[in-house]
């Protein structure tokens, strides 16, 4: 089905054999030596996809919204690349895969890339300078921009839940960038680095927040305001008719952070972090509850309210509900061994919902394993990962670029391709963008021309 909607032709070897004689029905391949090379034809494009994306963001309004928020960092008669312009070609080579801002000197080859850019792709100098006039108020702004389409893609109607997944990750660096420094990096030890924080609701594939920074800062109680500022923000755009969930890995395991959500009247889930306190209290534990067993009848699966409360949330006056789970199964992550007769393997949850049903609550944040690759996804296919400037601000204001690019695509596919929108990125881009065309200039206007068996002409006409 993949190949079908993709323009690509199931083998006919079965009909070979059938109607073919055996010295018949044998596929040979032709001698390319055979084939002549005709005179170049500046007409053709292999971007043809990205003349439907563009009409697209302009429905929506980006061009000028791009226009209007970002316009006065380049003013003056001597002007001849608006930043805006800088943005949508940025935009442009991101949607196609284009990493780093040295390839748009292989896409100012393509025709249509060039007559979509105004007629001039601007040297990579000039996009390196554009992006170092970003200032910390500009990035704000785009990251409210960035984090607008990502709250704008639909979320399915039969999710009364809708969970907002927060995390960071590790960008190892290999210059001499600012703000790079030594922190936490389980690959590249002692590598400096960036560590950025990532807001994503996996409902519908959407980004809606996310900051830069240095490699020395984890996540904490200094991320506290940014946490209320995205959940506020989230809360407010699912408006009364849906229920909000957040959850975080066992950084979330911070007072501050869970009291900040709680306030909020908005549930969380987060991995505990297992103290000596907590694990004492786990080993006193003897309510078990079996979910699931084994093929001797043993159990495989147990889980258990836990009378916990550390002193700091005492202090606080905050009493968050903990559940334990203890299995057999392999699980992802640090394997903590509280009893010497048992081989259960423990894991502790914080919450501050207290109807759920105990492994309901487990089993909800398990679900949150997709934001894994969803972080890989953005490394290898938005490259985030690849900074392209020394300037710490640039880098973060690139960094919100791909991110929104992401959320554009997702939109985009959303509502023009819905029965691709679970397909990855490499393949989207196939079908949707990188796809071969012919640009034809007519005394009326232009014309592009599609493959007759492309996806996309099949949409278009």
Same mark, same amino acid.
């Not at 703000?179 to 809606?208: D, K, L, Q, T």
């Not at 009893?339 to 089993?363: K, M, P």
């Not at 490259?383 to 985009?412: C, E, H, W």
């Given at each position: 089905?993949?190949?079908?909607?993709?323009?690509? +032709?199931?083998?006919?070897?079965?009909?070979? *054999?059938?109607?073919?004689?055996? #010295? *018949?029905?044998?596929?040979?391949?032709?001698?390319?030596?055979?084939?002549?090379?005709?005179?170049?034809? $500046?007409?053709?494009?292999?971007?043809?996809?990205?003349?439907?994306?563009?009409?697209?963001? $302009?429905?929506?309004?980006?061009?000028?919204?791009?226009?209007?928020?970002?316009?006065?960092? +380049?003013?003056?008669?001597?002007?001849?690349?608006?930043?805006?312009?800088?943005?949508?070609?940025?935009? $442009?080579?991101?949607?196609?895969?284009?990493?780093?801002?040295?390839?748009?000197?292989?896409?100012?080859?393509?025709?249509?890339?060039?007559?979509?850019?105004?007629?001039?792709?601007?040297?990579?100098?000039?996009?390196?300078?554009?992006?170092? #006039?970003?200032?910390?108020?500009?990035?704000?702004?785009?990251?409210?921009?960035?984090?607008?389409?990502?709250?704008? %893609?639909?979320?399915?109607?039969?999710?009364?839940?809708?969970?907002?997944?927060?995390?960071?990750?590790?960008?190892?660096?290999?210059?001499?960038?600012?703000?790079?420094?030594?922190?936490?990096?389980?690959?590249?030890?002692?590598?400096?680095?960036?560590?950025?924080?990532?807001?994503?609701?996996?409902?519908?594939?959407?980004?809606?927040?996310?900051?830069?920074?240095?490699?020395?800062?984890?996540?904490?109680?200094?991320?506290?305001?940014?946490?209320?500022?995205?959940?506020?923000?989230?809360?407010?755009?699912?408006?009364?008719?849906?229920?909000?969930?957040?959850? %975080?890995?066992?950084?979330?395991?911070? !007072?501050?952070?869970?009291?900040?959500?709680?306030?909020? #009247?908005?549930?969380?889930?987060?991995?505990?972090?297992?103290?000596?306190?907590?694990?004492?209290?786990?080993?006193?534990?003897? $309510?078990?509850?079996? =979910?699931?067993?084994?093929?001797?009848?043993?159990?495989?699966?147990? @889980?258990?309210?836990? +009378?916990?409360?550390?002193?700091?949330?005492?202090?606080?006056?905050?009493?968050?509900? =903990?559940?334990?789970?203890?299995?057999?199964?392999?699980?992802?992550?640090?394997?903590?061994?509280?009893?010497?007769?048992?081989?259960?393997?423990?894991?502790? @949850?914080? !919450?501050?919902?207290?109807?759920?049903?105990?492994?309901?609550?487990?089993?909800?944040?398990?679900?949150?394993?997709?934001?894994?690759?969803? %972080?890989?996804?953005?490394?290898?296919?938005?490259?985030?990962?690849?900074?392209?400037?020394?300037? @710490?601000?640039?880098?973060?204001?690139? @960094?919100?670029?791909?991110?929104? !690019?992401?959320?554009?695509?997702?939109?985009?596919?959303?509502?023009?391709?819905?029965?691709?929108?679970?397909?990855? =990125?490499?393949?989207?881009?196939?079908?949707?963008?990188? =796809?071969?065309?012919?640009?034809?200039?007519?005394?009326?206007?232009?014309?592009?021309?599609?493959? !007759?068996?492309?996806?996309?002409?099949?949409?278009?006409?």
């Amino acid at each position: 089905m993949r190949r079908d909607l993709a323009g690509g +032709k199931r083998g006919n070897g079965r009909l070979r *054999q059938k109607f073919h004689s055996p #010295r *018949q029905r044998l596929v040979r391949r032709p001698d390319p030596r055979k084939i002549r090379i005709g005179k170049p034809d $500046d007409s053709l494009t292999s971007v043809a996809g990205l003349v439907p994306f563009r009409v697209y963001l $302009d429905d929506i309004g980006l061009d000028g919204q791009l226009e209007h928020l970002f316009g006065h960092l +380049k003013t003056g008669d001597a002007v001849v690349y608006p930043m805006a312009n800088t943005m949508h070609q940025l935009i $442009d080579a991101n949607a196609l895969g284009v990493q780093r801002i040295f390839g748009l000197e292989g896409l100012a080859a393509d025709p249509l890339f060039v007559f979509l850019s105004g007629g001039s792709v601007p040297s990579i100098d000039t996009s390196y300078r554009d992006l170092e #006039r970003f200032g910390p108020e500009d990035i704000a702004v785009l990251e409210e921009i960035m984090a607008f389409h990502g709250r704008a %893609i639909p979320i399915p109607r039969r999710c009364s839940t809708v969970h907002l997944d927060i995390d960071s990750t590790v960008e190892p660096l290999f210059g001499s960038q600012e703000c790079a420094v030594r922190g936490y990096n389980p690959r590249y030890h002692g590598r400096p680095s960036y560590h950025p924080i990532i807001a994503h609701i996996p409902e519908s594939g959407g980004y809606v927040a996310a900051m830069l920074r240095p490699g020395n800062t984890t996540l904490g109680r200094g991320d506290v305001p940014f946490i209320k500022d995205i959940v506020e923000r989230t809360k407010l755009e699912l408006g009364p008719g849906k229920k909000l969930r957040v959850r %975080i890995d066992s950084a979330g395991d911070c !007072t501050e952070i869970m009291s900040a959500i709680e306030d909020l #009247r908005v549930t969380f889930v987060t991995k505990a972090r297992m103290t000596e306190d907590l694990r004492n209290a786990i080993g006193a534990t003897e $309510d078990w509850v079996t =979910v699931e067993w084994d093929e001797d009848g043993k159990p495989l699966r147990q @889980f258990a309210e836990v +009378k916990f409360r550390r002193d700091e949330w005492r202090k606080a006056g905050r009493c968050f509900r =903990v559940v334990a789970l203890r299995t057999r199964e392999e699980r992802q992550g640090g394997q903590t061994f509280i009893w010497q007769d048992l081989e259960y393997t423990v894991h502790a @949850f914080i !919450t501050c919902d207290h109807e759920t049903f105990g492994d309901d609550i487990i089993s909800e944040y398990d679900y949150r394993a997709g934001i894994e690759p969803m %972080i890989a996804e953005l490394k290898i296919c938005w490259g985030i990962g690849k900074v392209p400037s020394r300037s @710490f601000d640039a880098n973060q204001a690139m @960094f919100l670029l791909k991110l929104l !690019t992401a959320n554009l695509v997702r939109r985009y596919v959303a509502a023009k391709a819905p029965e691709i929108i679970s397909w990855r =990125v490499d393949w989207v881009r196939r079908i949707l963008f990188c =796809v071969p065309g012919l640009l034809r200039s007519r005394s009326h206007g232009h014309t592009l021309r599609l493959p !007759t068996n492309s996806y996309l002409s099949r949409w278009l006409y």
